[in-house]
């Protein structure tokens, strides 16, 4: 239970559905933490209180593919998200993160109290995940591919 570890604070960055912040508002009420989640809305500079953070957190219940994760991981982050829509292209449970089955509270707090508790697992999977960055989605790399696909494209169209 989260409750129970006294040195934690979650910052929830980005804006939605109003009703359902005020719900998470109400419930972290309720639980007795509200006094350690802050509600930031939409952030211009995400990168700066990103780089405070010590572990990053996606729990969507749909996602298209999560530049968020990439940009917890490209700070060395380690995480725990929702295993829904792309995330688990990104994110190997057990090796640079968690991933969690959408609507499991519980294995998620389980699994962000073990990162909050053990630092050498959160640079673990930090590194993990910042090599994961650097190998599939490092812009070079990228370039190279898309670069490589188009004149495929324009050779097929040309013969």
Same mark, same amino acid.
């Given at each position: 239970e989260l409750k129970s570890i006294k040195n934690f604070q979650i910052d929830c960055i980005g804006s939605g559905d109003k009703k359902y912040e005020n719900e998470l508002i109400k419930l972290s009420r309720e639980c007795g933490v509200e006094s350690k989640i802050n509600f930031w809305g939409s952030m211009k500079n995400f990168e700066k209180i990103s780089a405070l953070a010590d572990i990053g957190i996606l729990s969507s219940n749909e996602e298209g593919f999560s530049n968020s994760i990439l940009e917890y991981m490209s700070l060395k982050l380690p995480v725990v998200v929702t295993n829904v829509g792309g995330n688990s *292209? &990104? @994110? /190997?449970?057990?090796? #640079?993160?968690? +991933? @969690? *089955? /959408?609507? #499991?509270?519980? $294995?998620?707090?389980?699994?962000? /109290? =073990? +990162? &909050?508790?053990?630092? #050498?697992?959160?640079? /673990?999977?930090?590194? =993990?995940?910042? *090599?994961? @960055? $650097?190998? $599939?989605?490092?812009?070079?790399?990228?370039f190279k591919s898309y670069e490589y696909f188009y004149n495929k494209i324009l050779k097929n169209r040309i013969n």
């Open positions: *292209e &990104i @994110v /190997k449970h057990g090796f #640079n993160g968690y +991933l @969690v *089955e /959408k609507g #499991n509270h519980l $294995k998620f707090a389980e699994y962000l /109290k =073990k +990162l &909050i508790l053990d630092k #050498n697992l959160r640079k /673990k999977f930090g590194k =993990k995940g910042y *090599e994961t @960055v $650097k190998q $599939k989605f490092e812009s070079s790399r990228n």
